[in-house]
């Protein structure tokens, strides 16, 4: 064996690719495929979020950039957090682990107490004039733990619930906060990462079933919120069904349906950049964060909105293909929960604005405005390019 091959069944077959060459060409370790959708999506969502909030920009009210200034910042700290995500070393990864869990409890359980209300939900520190939202890089805490949970040969029942219990404390108290659409992406990326990990089917059936249950229960009990019942529900209820819901339910309605105009006022090729009718009224809610895919839909039509979500496309499939060639478990279901993590949250942020998901406030990766949901995004692609990198790393596999 040369050290530019390398094609092993060692450790159930885990191990497979080639070590690299100090000939190889450098885009073997980057993926360069990757990191320019990421950059173009980046770019992508800080037009839109300086059309979303840019104002009517006059020459006696000039457009407001302090939301595209702060976004870029964000993306630029981002970048410089990839990289480091990237490059630290997997050992020393999995040994900050449960440094990072216990911080986030920590954080989780003092935002209750200290976090600000808003947009009746406490899932926010407010330090001046920014914000964060712990809840957000708690997903990459997440996906490591799981990723380290089932990381064998073969889930045992007792990793399978150590994983669940561990999944399941941080969604009890982002419940107390209450933030039903971050529980969603932490329900969808547990649910992905145990299915494509060694659990054994019947495992996975149980749950299901047990799953199944549990959701009925809720949505019987008092757990959930009557508003919070009223968005997951309202988007498949006609007008008549609405009306007897009340005005949570007439104001979620509204909300959803000013979105809905907005994307087919774009029609195909969109009423044009900064042009938007209902964008530039501010008729939709929170346009620069949870319904952001609304001003692409109406200001660049199904074209533009169809080149973004042909992007995420782009990014998830490289995703996919590096957890596929991944050296071991480990990093494998680290890049499996990325890509649940990813995908979910575009289908539930685009489909929301057209009217075919619930209304929950959940940020398009990379696009939304925010610095909190940026700086995770781009941690999580860094972490990807880390586990594309370590196919390569002969010292780390030697």
């Not at 330090?127 to 949970?149: C, D, R, Y």
């Not at 925010?370 to 390569?392: E, P, Q, Y």
């Amino acid at each position: 064996m040369t050290a530019s091959t390398f094609d092993t069944n060692e450790a159930g077959g885990l191990l497979r690719g080639r070590y690299r060459d100090e000939g190889d060409p450098w885009w073997l370790v980057l993926d360069p495929i990757l990191i320019l959708s990421t950059l173009a999506i980046t770019a992508f969502g800080s037009i839109l979020v300086y059309s979303a909030t840019r104002g009517p920009a006059t020459l006696i009210e000039p457009a407001n950039t302090a939301y595209f200034e702060k976004q870029i910042a964000f993306a630029i700290i981002g970048l410089g957090l990839a990289v480091v995500a990237a490059v630290m070393d997997v050992r020393r990864l999995r040994s900050l682990l449960p440094i990072a869990y216990g911080a986030l409890m920590a954080a989780l359980l003092a935002i209750l107490q200290f976090g600000a209300d808003i947009n009746g939900a406490r899932s926010w520190y407010r330090f001046g004039g920014f914000t964060f939202q712990p809840s957000e890089p708690g997903k990459i805490v997440l996906i490591l733990v799981l990723a380290a949970a089932f990381s064998t040969e073969e889930v045992s029942f007792r990793r399978l619930a150590r994983g669940l219990a561990l999944a399941g404390a941080t969604i009890f108290l982002i419940l107390q906060q209450p933030d039903l659409g971050t529980i969603l992406v932490y329900i969808a990326v547990t649910a992905v990462m145990i299915m494509l990990s060694t659990v054994r089917v019947r495992y996975i059936v149980l749950l299901s079933l047990v799953a199944l249950t549990a959701v009925t229960m809720i949505f019987q009990s008092d757990v959930l919120k009557d508003y919070q019942k009223v968005r997951l529900t309202v988007f498949v209820l006609d007008d008549e069904a609405i009306a007897e819901l009340g005005p949570d339910a007439a104001r979620v309605a509204y909300n959803a349906e000013q979105s809905q105009i907005a994307i087919g006022n774009g029609g195909i090729f969109g009423e044009g950049l900064f042009d938007g009718t209902q964008t530039g009224s501010n008729l939709v809610p929170e346009q620069q964060t949870d319904f952001i895919f609304s001003v692409a839909g109406e200001e660049l039509g199904f074209r533009g909105a169809g080149i973004l979500l042909v992007l995420f496309g782009v990014l998830g499939f490289r995703v996919w293909r590096i957890a596929l060639r991944a050296t071991d478990q480990f990093d494998r279901l680290i890049a499996v929960g990325v890509m649940a993590m990813f995908v979910f949250q575009v289908f539930q942020s685009a489909g929301m604005t057209m009217g075919i998901m619930p209304v929950t406030g959940i940020p398009m990766p990379l696009v939304s405005y925010g610095g909190s949901s940026m700086l995770t995004s781009m941690v999580a692609i860094g972490l990807v390019l880390g586990v594309h990198r370590r196919r390569f790393d002969y010292a780390l596999r030697a």
